[in-house]
């Protein structure tokens, strides 16, 4: 049955793996630090046979190709943070978000040798504690400001179609959603140009180069 389940054309691939795709196309350009997706451990459909194809979690780390941690695997799905190392590594170690994170219990030497591992480490101990650990944000790349204003419950400021809550003042905020919905947008584009999901993999990082 598994053999007949991998038989899973190009077309199909591309489909399934549309959203997650798409989501991390700015971690892929290394505009984004992290992108934290919730990924189904079977994404299941059926083929120009007639067959019902699966696409299994496995298979869909492999096809991404990225550096990934699961915060969270249950019974039918996994939380999965896909990152940069580079984007990601220099994010955390920036001085303000440093410092705050130490506050939070994370390690505190940015320059230490497997500084982004330990850093890894301790969000997967937080997540087991937790639904979800809020400075979490700081990893996919929200604004300090932000995700420390949610933390502390202060008021919000109000934004139009805001993808989190903004607090302080809203321009970084605006800026960065406006940069990441413009790769998303771009990504959606060209995956429909692609040949395929290798192809369209590709040119995200001929984008990233050039």
Known sequence: MRENENRIDEEHRKELLRFLLVKTAAVRQGVKPAELLRVRHCYASVNAEGLRVCLYRSDIYGILGLDYVEL??????????????????????????????????????????????????????????CDLPHEVGIFIGYPLKDVAGFIARIPSTPVHNGVWRVYGDAHESLARMKEYAQIETEAREALQRADGVEDFISMISLKRAS
């Open 72 to 129: 969270k695997v249950e019974a039918e799905s996994s939380l999965v943070l896909f990152y940069n190392p580079s984007t990601l590594a220099t994010t955390l170690s920036e001085r303000r978000n440093a410092r705050w994170l130490a506050r939070m219990g994370y390690p505190s030497s940015a320059t230490a040798d497997g500084h982004l591992s330990s850093m890894l480490a301790h969000l997967v101990r937080r997540a087991g504690e």
